[in-house]
Each structure stands twice: as structure tokens, then as C-alpha cells.
């Protein structure tokens, strides 16, 4: 929609009429176009300028360039200036144009996407973005909801349809929507042509559970819910068409209203840069006003009387304003304390990093064929100093693949492997799978270990027998047969998939269902049972059952639950038999598998009949429906006999466990932001050891009220603060003291986690709670939010971005998680299964979670310590080149002359000293990738900003104050005292400016060369070229050839060649040079030697070991040890078991995109040991690092202890 039609008010309720453009037009609704682009043409040049401006620097380096145009205050050229400026606005405008040309890209990608509008009586192809408000749309299956729609009808009986809302909250189990009654019969175009209906519902908001509005159509009103809409950003699932009326379009719809607002990124080096350069600038505001006053006294007192030889020019009035005119000169002579050439190697070295990241080959993932992917060249130091990670589960921790992975069956459990010793081994890769080429109906992707199970299945032990056959009926699965012997199973939850998968492969094959019936497959035997009731799952009865009439007229009740809720319904003479099946679900959840028991029982025929009539009558009347039906599932589940359990395993990523104990141990605090149900995420949280057994206590704020939640927090808060240990506390009134304080988050010595759904997390993200929401979480070691929409998870970024000086990251691979990505300083898109949307929108992107842990602790780390050591070496550098001026000031009248030549100015931050100091940036390491990863606390400098502040920054500049001083006068008093070998003395300026020249470049080299930790053939090439570079120039600008050429630009004919023929001139300049460079070696001696570092701890222990040939040992990997047992826990909401006995979903099938198993990488033994040895992580023993070695005996044993230790 053009700019001038947006409307502007405020809309307080929607009208929308059906098949009426022309009175939808006139309300101004927005059109189905959308844009998280931030330019176009015309406002490109203006914004990124405005952007870019925003950099104090640029604006800086602005005004000194106005000035240098001015003649009567410049000596240098204004070249010097506008070339390198222009530089960095083209490349910086360059790359933003890059990263916008693609937002551009996928838009349109969207937007032209096709869909069948209703116009003129016929369906006809239109673009998305020409979709509008009121049209009548048709979707097919499979296919992505354009629009915000009113579903009207569909090719299932009673309009109903299916749908996954993976983009929007993270879940793929399907999710059932149904047409009003009154519209779900209108199937043929001509019904739609004639439906003028008009829908009054809420104005556009950002609630994806919630839709009110009102359907008025013939005289008649009728309500309408969100069981009725489709949003965008859904896609139709087995259901072959559906028409629907556009409610919300574009980005008025509820996906784009939880999508935030493409922001412009600036790291906190960034920021603190800004602050700096007014630092600087108000130095050198004082330093000019200094020389001001010094060239008004002097002209006062001497240049008054040298009128004849130095005359003032012609606007030069008085000594004042001559005064007035050196402070502008200084002004821009001494401005390359910070050189617009910074800038320039800021974003080099960015994009330099960038590409390291890029080609990271241990981040390629070659199942996917992905690579790292550095989508910005702006925020990779940040990446060093990340302190909260928000993460999504769904797609990001998990694969969301359920495999069967193990059971218990009658006290015997199955899925191990075992050698011919008797002795339990790991699956691999290369493990013998179970043959079922048996079964042609069996699913070939299903994989399973223990052949004894098969074995018991084939001499029809009649327990086994029992216990899948449960499987193949007690579910609500929709099966759908696409050719002979080609089941695909649509199932609501992922893990009843599973299980009827397994079922099905060991030869209970679930074939299909009618209302009143479920035909399975039954080792080759087609098996009709008749289906009398389904006593559906909801989450106060944590089971569900069936109850059948087999073939031989006996009726069974199946039921499958959560082992507490099943244990305390079985009959006594199971009792025996639930210890043993206890025992073997406390192993199963000891490895992180979700379970489930399986009981039955027989019914007597008379006793069903008079059950059957009192469930008849239950469900019609009014008044307490469901507790009276509750009532009635629970007389008959009573006396049930117990057949097993079943353990499935919800799929990590690979890494997973590994990855979040490394970033736990570099002090990164993870938040899970799930649209999950509460149970599946505590669950996920054990098998990642974000949740432990061995942790104090789990909080979960679930209070539906403001003021129960208020309670809640406040009871936890005050739990946490009455019972945690805290170091050093002595009394109450210290705990109370230090109860608000950042510092008390590190004293809490006890674990604890915090646990929030979606509608408690409303409340508590209100103003007046939000803070205590904060204090609580920040005191919690692990924080889950679960149930929440896309626009809480940027809002919960928000608070701790705006409560907390910390660097945010968050992680995520769909859509749902596009507002977090956005909100965050650094945003991490998944290239997973749910689409490129978080990828699009995210700052760096990969395949795995696993590969975050080297993006911050290998390149984060790296380029937050190059990046700084780049800043502190070019501002002393900077400093000790420019300050020269300043003392020279004092001997030249405060004339505003320069000590070097312009050429010299021109090239020393262009060639004589960028590339060292590039390449220092760009490949210097303190320790190897290896070793950062190992020691994770390696991490820690970056989140407390150590390395580079405004301290470091003092002392970077007293350093390079110092040596501007050194370079000055020791030359300036050797000078007064030397002659040379004929006698004469040293008089001339130029010989003077080379000497100290000379030195400078020398030093800054020297001093680059003892500021290395890692040295290549780059960093020799680059720091012994631009020496021998300074020498060939210098002796080219002074040569009788370039004088002949340029007499005007190169006048100072054989200087250089008769000072540096001197051999006191070299010693001078020696003399200098090391002046110059011990100080800070001597202090950096001390620094290592008296007060080290863990860096400093670790690369000895590098050196040492590379010296005496050490590798790393490989951590051995075992089994996670948990007690918690997992429930019913995929169901994310009340099953379908109404829907198919009613039998309005009953078609001739239904589609479903199968999932492939697979297995997941268990936790590692490294990880418990490291929790419980985490306060010896940052500390490596002084016995072991420090001692001398006494015999290569004792040395192996200390190192060998040293890494135990660590």
C-alpha cells in the first residue's frame, strides 16, 4: 500500500465484508504486501548516511574536513581526510545495500508467491501481495496460508481442516480447525460468489491463541474463535482444499505482528568508541587551547619584535586572533590520534573475521551441506562477549524426531546389545539394526538393536504379543495408504507416531479406522476390532484409553499413561511386577528417554453395558459435562494389569549436553523460549543438563492472576535468599544488602531453575512485575519459558537487554523466532527444517546448535582479543605519533608547524604501520582453538569487558603519551650536544624530523613485535617488509630524481641519505628505541611473572606441551544419570479421540510427511566432572604451572594432574 493511504488511526474494531473490495477499500486496511527490508531507493543514500553518522567519528572526521578546506587554519590537505572518509561510508554503505538487497529478495520471494483469489465469479491466480482484505481465497494441501483467514469450508466433512503452526510456535504436530456451521456447506463457487457476510472482530494485535469476532450474514450473528481462523504463516495439512475469507492481510496479520522491527546493530566497542572520540576531541580541544594561549603570549612577547622577517598575513589582526587561528590549526594537525584509518581497518579486520568464520571447515555441516555463514561484518568482537543466550528447543535443540528406542515387557527389558561376554555395548553407527524384511509393511527407515524382542515376537510370547498390539490401538493416529502396502501415519503428537511405528515393524501393523472400528495387520492377519469408546488424553489425566470388542467378542480396555498416574490404577497382582518395571523406567530416564506404561484389562460384558449407559447420558448434559465424565474414566481405569513401559527418545541435536556445559562453564546464562507445552520442555531440559536432579529446587510459576503470579515470584525469590549459602554472608542484614546487588547472583552457591508458561509470563512481563521477574530468573542457574508466543520471546529478550549490561544472543530456526533474532545484539538463525526465515533475519547462521560453542569460544573470543589489542596498539601508537607535535609546539613559537613532512603524515598509517597491525588483528591468537574450547573460562574477560575500556584506553594513551615524549626529547638533547664526524653540527629541522621519525617507526614495530602471542610467515612478512618499505620510500621522496621530477613536492634533497650516514644518528636512534620499548616489556614481565592470568596459565601449559610433544586425550563419553521419569508429554493439547468418534474427520485418508529415526549422542562423563570441579576451571594450580621441573617424571605427572585439575 502507497505511504499516503496507510492508515494513521487508531483501529479499535475490524469490519470486513465478504466479496466487497470497493466498501473494504474505504477503511484503509493494509494489503497483503510484506517488507522487513529496511531501504529502497529513495531513502537509502539518506538513512544509511544518517546511520552512519550516528558513528560520533564520522561526524568528527566531518568537521575536520570543513575545516581543512578552510586555508588560513589548514596545513594539511584535505585530501587526507575525504578519501579515506569516503572509503569507509562506501564500504559500510556498500555492505548495508548487501544485507538489505537480500531482505528485498525474500520478500518478493513471498510476496510472488501465487494463491487463488474468488474475483468475477471464477478463481482466478493472483500474488500474494495482491491478495486483500474480504477476498475468498482457496488453499490446497500442503500449501502456506497467504492470509489471516476466516475458514468457511474444506473437503472434510463438518469443514474441518488440519493444519501445522510450525512457523508460528515451533510444533509440527497437526492442530484441527473447523469451519462455523453455517458456512462449512458452501463447497462450490457459486455459494462463495454469493456469500456477502460481514465479519466485525478485533483490530490487528499479536495473540496467536485468541481471536473474538462476530459473523453477520442473513439476519443472523454468530460468534467466532480462533478454532475458526488460519493464520499465516500455517500450512494446510491432509486436507486436499479449503476456502477461507481474509480477516488480516500483511503486516497486519498476527506473524507479522510478532515479528520485531529490523533494527540497525552497533557493538558495545562501538558505543564505547563513540565516548572516546569525545574523550579524544575534548583533548585535543584542551591541547590546542594550550597552544593557543602559548602562540598568543609568544607573538605578545616575540613575534611582535620579528614583524620584518615573520610579518603577520592580512587577517591576522592582533596576537588573540592569531591565537585563535593556531587553536583550528592544531586542531587538525594533531587529529590523527584517532585517524579516519582506523575506521577503515575496523571494518577490514571485521570482514576479515567474518570470513574465518566462513570458512571454519569444523562448523561445516556435511549432512546438510551447510556452512557458517557470517550474514554481517559488524558484530563478531560481540560474539566475544555474550552473557544470555535465548534459544528455541524445537528445531534448535532438538531434532524433533521421536524414535522407540527401548521397553519393558513383562520384567524384561529390551533394546541393549549386548556382547558375547554378556556385557552391555554402545550403539553405533555400525550396530547390526533388527531384520524386519519379514513384514512388507514395515517401515524401513525404523531402526532397532536387540533382536530378542523380534525373537519374542516370532515364538507369539502372548505378553509382547499384548503389548504392541496396545500400541496399534490405543492412539489417535490417521493413517493414510498412498498405494499398496505405503502407510503414512498422521499423527497429533510426534511420540504417538512412534510408537505406532514401532508397533507396526514388529508386526502389528495399524492399517485404518472408521468411527467404530480400527483394522490392524496383525503378523500378516488382517484383525478388525470394533471401537467402542476412546477415553481421551487431556492434561489433568496424563492417559488415554480404548476400550474394543475383539474378533472373538471379548472387550479390552488399552491404556497408556504416565507410570504414576497407571501405577496407582493396577490391581494388586501387577504389584510385583510395577517394582521391576519401576526399576527399568528409572534406567530409561537415567538416559534421558521420555516413558510411558502400558496397562489393559478385561471387561465383563454386563458391567460395560451398564458403565456405557451412564457415559451416554454424561456427555449430554450441561451443567458439569467434563467432571462427570472424568468421574466415569476413572471407575472403569481401575484394576488394570500392568504389560510394560515404553521408552522413546525425543532427538537432540548432536552436541547438545556438550555444548551447553561449555557455555555454562564460560558463564553464559541459557534461556529456553519454547512454544512447548511445560512437560516437554522440562523434559528436553533434562536430556540437555540444563535441568539436574542434583539442583535445589525447580520453580514453576504457573499462577493465572497478576497477583498469584506477584506470589509466586515473590515466594521463590524469597526462598532462594532464605535458604541459599552465601559466601562470606555473616548476618541477615548483609544477605538483605546485598539482596539487590548484581554482585549476589555469583554468591548464590545452591542451584536453582525457573520455569514460566506463556500466560504467567504475561503477567509477569507487566511494568510493575517485570523487574522482580528479572532478579528471580538472574538468580535461577536455568530458565525455561515455555508456552510463549514469538512476541513474549522478544519481549523477554528486551527486559534483559534494557535491565542487564549484557551482551544478548539469541538462536532459533523458524519463523516464531524471527522477533527474538531481531531483538538480540547478535541474532543466530538455524538453517533447520522449518524454512530460511530465522536464517534470513539472523546475523550468523549454521546447521547445528552444536557449532555455537565455536562461534563464541573460539571466534568470538578470538576476534573480541584481536579486535582489542588492535585498539590498544593503534591508539598508543596513534598517540605516540602525533603527540610529537604537541611538544614540538614549544620550540617552533606555536607556530603550528609540523616536526615531519606531509608526506610522512600521509603514510604513516596508510603504509608504514597498517599492515603489522592489520595482520595483528587479523591472525594473533593467545591460545589455540583447542585449548579455548577446553578451558571455557578462557571466555570470561570478554563479559567483563577487560581487555578493552576506558582504564585499558588510559593507559594505552599515558603509554603512547609517554613514548611521544621519549621520541622528542631524546633526540632534541642529543641533538644539542652532538656534532658530527666533520665537526658540524646537527642544525637542520629535516635531519632532525628523520631521526625521530626514524625511531617512531621503529618502536611501533618493535613493540608490535612483543604485543604478538602468535606469530606466522604473515606477521614477519608484513613488520620487516613495512620497515624496509620506510627506508626505500624515505630514501626515494629525498632522492636527486624525485626532486628533478617534483622540485615543489620533494625539496628535501639527500636529507636522509646525510643523517642516516651518521653513525650517531643511529645510535640516537637505538638509544631511543629502547628507552622507548623496555618500560613496557619490563612491566609486561612482571605482569606474567607476579600476577598471572588463566590466558597466561594456559599458554604455558600450550607451550609446554607442544614443546615435550603432548597430545590431547579424547574424553571418554558415557550415559547421563537422572531419576526423572517424563509423562504423556508430546500431546500438546486434548486429543483428536472426539473428533474420530464422531467420525466427521473420516475420509478416505490422510497425508503426513513421515520422520526418520535415529539416535542420540549421549552426555559425556566430562560434563558431571566439570560441573562438579567448576570453581577449578578458572584457576590452574600455581604447583603445577609455576614450579621448576624437577625431571621429565615429575613434569608429566604435574602436567598430567594440571589437566585433570582443569
Known sequence: MAFWRRNTHIEKERHVKANARDYNDKFCYADNRIKTSKYNMFTFLPVNLFEQFQRVANAYFLVLLILQLIPEISSLSWFTTIV???????????????????????????????????????????????????????????????????????????????????ELDGETNLKVRQASTVTSDMGDISKLMDFDGEVVCEPPNNKLDKFTGTLYWRDNKYSLDNDKMLLRGCVLRNTEWCFGMVIFAGLQTKLMQNCGKTTFKRTSIDKLMNTLVLWIFAFLVCMGIILAVGNTIWESWIGRNFQVFLPWDEIQSSAVFSGFLTFWSYIIILNTVVP??????????????????????????????????????????????????????????????????????????????????????????????????????????????????????????????????????????????????????QAQSPDEGALVTAARNFGFVFRARTPETITLCEMGRAVTYQLLAILDFNNVRKRMSVIVRTPQGQIKLYCKGADTIIFDRLDPSSEDLMHTTSEHLNEFAGEGLRTLALAYKDLDEDYFDVWMKKLLFASTVIENREDQLAVLYEEIEQGLKLLGATAIEDKLQEGVPETITRLNLADIKIWVLTGDKLETAMNIGYSCNMLRDDMNEVFVISGNTLLEVQQQLRSAREHILGLSRVSDAEDVEKTDMLADDSVFEEAII??????????????????????????????????????????????????????????????????????????AHIGVGISGQEGMQAVLAADYSFAQFRYLQRLLLVHGRWSYFRMCNFLCYFFYKNFAFTLVHFWYGFFCGFSAQTVYDQWFIT??????????????????????????????????????????????????????????????FIPYGAFSVMVKEDGSHFSDQQTFAVTIATSLVIVVSVQIGLDKRYWTAVNHLFIWGSLTVYFAILFAMQ?????????????????????????????????????????????????????????????????????????????????????????????????????????????????????????????????????????????ISDEHLGAPESGNGATQTAKQQTELDL
Request: net charge positive; with cysteine.
Open 1039 to 1179: 632522492s636527486d630524481g624525485m626532486f628533478g621530477i617534483f622540485p615543489s613536492n620533494f625539496p628535501f634533497v639527500g636529507t636522509a641519505r646525510n643523517c642516516l650516514s651518521e653513525k650517531n644518528v643511529w645510535l640516537v636512534v637505538l638509544l631511543t628505541s629502547v628507552v622507548c620499548v623496555v618500560p613496557g616489556l619490563a612491566v609486561s614481565f612482571l605482569r606474567v611473572n607476579l600476577f598471572p592470568t588463566l590466558t597466561h596459565k594456559v599458554r604455558h601449559l600450550q607451550q609446554s606441551r607442544k614443546r615435550d610433544g603432548l597430545q590431547e586425550q579424547n574424553l571418554k563419553r558415557v550415559r547421563r544419570t537422572s531419576s526423572r521419569r517424563s509423562a504423556y508429554a508430546f500431546s500438546h493439547q486434548q486429543g483428536f479421540g472426539e473428533l474420530i468418534t464422531s467420525g466427521k474427520n473420516m475420509r478416505d485418508g490422510s497425508v503426513c510427511s513421515a520422520r526418520s529415526p535415529g539416535r542420540t549422542p549421549r552426555s559425556s562423563t566430562w560434563i558431571e566432572n566439570m560441573r562438579k570441579r567448576k570453581n577449578e576451571v578458572s584457576c
Open 750 to 823: 545452591a542451584e536453582y531453575a525457573l520455569v514460566i508458561n506463556g500466560h504467567s509470563l504475561a503477567h509477569a512481563l507487566e511494568p510493575q512485575l517485570e523487574r522482580g521477574l528479572l532478579d528471580l530468573a538472574c538468580l535461577c542457574k536455568t530458565v525455561i519459558c515455555c508456552r510463549v508466543t514469538p512476541m513474549q520471546k522478544a519481549q523477554v529478550v528486551e527486559l534483559v537487554k534494557r535491565h542487564k549490561r549484557a551482551v544478548t544472543l539469541a538462536i532459533g530456526d523458524g519463523a516464531n523466532d524471527v522477533s527474538m533474532i531481531k531483538t
Open 907 to 968: 603514510l604513516f598509517n596508510i603504509v608504514y604501520t597498517s599492515l603489522p597491525v592489520l595482520a595483528m588483528g587479523l591472525f594473533d591468537q593467545d591460545v589455540s582453538d583447542q585449548n579455548s574450547l577446553l578451558y571455557p573460562s578462557l571466555y570470561k574477560p570478554g563479559q567483563q569487558n577487560l581487555l578493552f575500556n576506558k582504564r585499558q584506553f588510559f593507559l594505552c594513551t599515558l603509554q603512547g603519551l609517554g613514548t611521544s615524549f621519549l621520541l622528542f
Open 84 to 166: 579515506p572518509l569516503v572509503l569507509v561510508l562506501v564500504i559500510t554503505a556498500v555492505k548495508d545495500a548487501t544485507d538489505d538487497y537480500f531482505r528485498h529478495k525474500s520478500d518478493q520471494q513471498v510476496n510472488n508467491r501465487q494463491s487463488q483469489v474468488l474475483i468475477s465469479g471464477s478463481l482466478q491466480s493472483e500474488k500474494w501481495m495482491n491478495v486483500q482484505v474480504g477476498d475468498i481465497i482457496k488453499l490446497e494441501n500442503n500449501q502456506f496460508v497467504a492470509a489471516d483467514i476466516l475458514l468457511l469450508c474444506s473437503s472434510e466433512p463438518y469443514g474441518l481442516c488440519y493444519i501445522e503452526t510450525a
Open 340 to 489: 579516519i584509518s582506523l575506521y577503515v581497518s575496523v571494518e577490514v579486520l571485521r570482514l576479515g573475521h567474518s570470513y574465518f568464520i566462513n570458512w571454519d571447515r569444523k562448523m561445516y555441516c556435511r549432512q546438510a551441506d551447510t556452512a557458517a555463514e557470517a550474514r554481517t561484518t559488524t558484530l563478531n568482537e560481540e560474539l566475544g562477549q555474550v552473557e544470555f543466550i535465548f534459544s528455541d528447543k524445537t528445531g534448535t535443540l532438538t531434532q524433533n524426531i521421536m524414535v522407540f528406542s527401548k521397553c519393558s515387557v513383562n520384567g524384561h527389558t529390551y533394546g541393549d546389545v549386548y556382547n558375547k561376554f554378556d556385557q552391555k555395548v554402545e550403539i553405533t553407527e555400525k550396530t547390526a539394526c533388527v531384520d524386519f524384511s519379514f513384514n512388507p509393511l514395515c517401515d524401513r527407515r525404523f531402526k532397532f538393536y536387540d533382536g530378542r524382542l523380534l525373537e519374542a515376537i516370532k515364538v507369539e510370547d502372548r505378553s509382547v504379543q499384548e503389548f504392541f498390539r496396545l500400541l496399534a490401538l490405543c492412539h489417535t493416529v490417521m493413517p493414510e495408504e498412498k498405494s499398496e502396502g505405503h502407510l503414512v501415519y
